[in-house]
């Protein structure tokens, strides 16, 4: 009997162990890898119809995989769509909603992460590359570390971020310090490099390679989240440029504008670290073991001053970063999971990042929370979209320059609110009408009604994010 008592303690104790990560074991559970560009268009990649900027790799990833062409970000700038991500909340109930800084831009103690129920399932778990939700001082709640991640490497500050170039990355809770001599302008953290010798997104790449390859013995969740191809606001309001780039590669002998020569370089520099990644992948035997997601955090910029009728970012959406329209908001987002997603197959289901609280949760086998905004795409991701539930409602909010709210019922109809919490909201029947153009609020008043009253509703108070309206103009 004391025998026996022994061996299951002794298998207990190895289970514990093992999925704790102190050993490797045979697991069926999928690797999850979530690469995150920023800033990038829906029209950015050829796949989704760009014909100027070169994206063979992320095309090839979607000729492999299944491409979303209803996928929509959780906010049109940074911080609060990364937050929607983190926690499966959308975004009036998610912790942050606008890019405001400080202990207002921080996730706090009692959040919960996709990172952490990952974390807490046995997953290995790694940011590498921009955060944004934490940083030293009295947003250090907001630490990677403190919220679900195993390990950190890469920008803290998305402000610090804006340089491609930093004297500096954070490993963890240090900084490791770079050959950039940096040139401050402001006091955000911005500037620029006079001597750029190290890329940041070169060597979130490298450590994104090195973190597989490191685990491949046990299942991992890398949240890789690029820079790229955001610009670098300081050296725009210095130099009229605000693109970075080690070399301008095959748009050096274009006869353009810098900032479009160096816009293009990032993008296709971009599209090549995904072609490491999945060529890493097959290589080492990891492909049919893990669930990669592209995407990107909101709309495309024009803060680097770029052509976009040159480049067509938003594809034939209206608006940038900062629009409510789908040109802010609705974003490229192909999954690729050789054996499992079919290839080849372009899937129309309407989901958002907040979803992805549940879909790594189910894959993972782990339990979510229970209060979240989250629907689990494995339906539409394993060919079972029969079985796919979908959202009644999707919701955003915008805080600069004035209150705004937007949400998206059944997919089709489209509500834009501004100026006061009982104005009557602007509303797009997307089947018909992609670009927004056309307000049929006055042919569809049932519809208006049902979204109005959903959007006096949908957003939870929040101390840090109270709505200041702001008057329309006449």
Aim: include cysteine; charge should be neutral.
């Amino acid at each position: 009997m004391k025998n026996r008592i022994w061996i299951g303690v002794f298998l207990v104790a190895f289970v514990a162990l093992a999925r704790g990560g102190g050993l490797s074991w045979a697991d069926d559970r999928p690797n999850l890898i979530w690469i995150l560009a920023d800033d990038l268009g829906y029209g950015d990649l050829g796949v989704y119809g760009q014909k100027v900027i070169k994206t063979p790799h992320i095309d090839r990833m979607a000729a492999e995989g299944m491409k979303f062409t209803q996928f929509y970000a959780g906010a049109t700038v940074c911080a609060p769509s990364r937050s929607v991500l983190m926690t499966g909340m959308h975004h009036g109930h998610t912790r942050v909603r606008g890019n405001g800084g400080g202990s207002k831009q921080a996730l706090q103690p009692g959040d919960t992460t996709v990172a952490k129920v990952l974390q807490q399932a046995g997953y290995r778990t790694a940011l590498i590359g921009k955060w944004g939700l934490g940083e030293e001082g009295e947003a250090a709640t907001g630490l990677p570390r403190k919220q679900g991640f195993d390990q950190f490497f890469g920008f803290l500050n998305q402000h610090h971020a804006h340089n491609h170039f930093p004297d500096h990355l954070w490993r963890n809770e240090s900084k490791e310090l770079l050959p950039n001599d940096l040139v401050p302008l402001g006091e955000d953290g911005g500037g620029y490099s006079k001597n750029p010798k190290v890329y940041a997104d070169d060597l979130i790449a490298d450590e994104s390679i090195k973190f597989v390859t490191e685990n491949r013995e046990r299942p991992f969740f890398l949240y890789w989240s690029m820079v790229v191809p955001h610009a670098n606001n300081e050296r725009t309001k210095e130099l009229g440029d605000g693109t970075e780039v080690p070399d301008l590669g095959e748009y050096a002998k274009e006869d353009w504008p810098a900032q479009d020569k160096g816009q293009a370089a990032m993008i296709t520099r971009m599209d090549s670290y995904v072609g490491r990644m999945m060529q890493h992948l097959k290589d080492t035997g990891l492909a049919k073991k893990t669930l990669v997601i592209f995407t990107s955090d909101n709309g495309p910029h024009n803060e680097s001053k770029h052509d976009l009728t040159r480049f067509h970012p938003s594809g034939p959406f209206t608006g940038i970063k900062r629009s409510l329209t789908d040109g802010g908001i609705r974003v490229p987002f192909i999954a690729w999971w050789p054996g499992t997603v079919q290839p080849g197959i372009t899937s129309k289901h309407v989901a958002y990042f907040g979803d992805w609280m549940a879909t790594a949760s189910e894959l993972a086998k782990a339990t979510s929370p229970t209060d979240i905004d989250s629907i689990s795409m494995v339906p539409t991701l394993t060919g079972q979209s029969d079985s796919q539930k979908s959202h009644a409602f999707l919701y955003w909010e915008f805080h600069e320059g004035g209150f705004k709210q937007a949400a998206l019922y059944q997919g089709r109809w489209k509500g834009i609110r501004t100026g006061s919490p009982d104005a009557k909201i602007a509303l797009y029947d997307q089947q018909n009408d992609v670009s927004e153009s056309d307000n049929v609020r006055e042919k569809h008043p049932e519809i208006a009604a049902k979204i109005e009253a959903y959007l006096s509703q949908a957003r939870s108070p929040s101390a840090n994010w109270e709505p200041i309206w702001k008057a329309s103009k006449k």
